[in-house]
C-alpha cells in the first residue's frame, strides 16, 4: 500500500511562494497530481506529474505560476507555487495513480490527508 504525506501548507500574503511537499511511502506510483478545494467549491486538478517521463500537466488557472517537480531519490513530489493569489487559497490534496489517466480522470487510489493553503490579500 502507498502513504502519502504532506507538508508545506500555510498562510501567505498575494504574491508569496509556498512549496507543498508530498512524500511517498510503500509501494511505488506512476502519477501524482495535486488537488483542490476551495470552501464551498468543487474540487479540482491543480498539477499533474507522470514520475516515469518527468510529463506534466497544469490547470489553466496555475499556468506560469506553479510548478510540479519530483525527487525521486527522496520519492517525494513538490508543488512550488509563486505569486499566489486569494482565489488560491484552498485545502491542497496530494493523490497518486499506479498508471495515469489522461489529465486528471481516472481512480485516484491513494490520498493524502489534505493542507490548508492561504492567501491574504
Known amino acids: 500500500q502507498v502513504q502519502l504525506v504532506e507538508s508545506g501548507g500555510g498562510s501567505v500574503q498575494a504574491g508569496g511562494s509556498l512549496r507543498l511537499s508530498c512524500a511517498a511511502s510503500?509501494?511505488?506510483?506512476?502519477?501524482v497530481a495535486w488537488f483542490r478545494q476551495p470552501p464551498g467549491k468543487e474540487r479540482e486538478g491543480v498539477a499533474k506529474?507522470?514520475?516515469?517521463?518527468?510529463?506534466?500537466y497544469y490547470a489553466a488557472s496555475v499556468k506560469g505560476r506553479f510548478t510540479i517537480s519530483q525527487d525521486n531519490a527522496k520519492n517525494t513530489v513538490y508543488l512550488e507555487m509563486n505569486n499566489l493569489k486569494p482565489e488560491d487559497s484552498a485545502t491542497y490534496y496530494c493523490?497518486?495513480?499506479?498508471?495515469?489517466?489522461?489529465?486528471?480522470?481516472?481512480?485516484?487510489?491513494?490520498w493524502g490527508q489534505g493542507t490548508q493553503v492561504t492567501v491574504s490579500s
Open positions: 506529474i507522470l514520475r516515469g517521463s518527468g510529463a506534466t
Open positions: 493523490a497518486a495513480q499506479p498508471a495515469c489517466a489522461v489529465y486528471f480522470t481516472g481512480a485516484w487510489d491513494y
Open positions: 510503500g509501494s511505488s506510483t506512476m502519477c
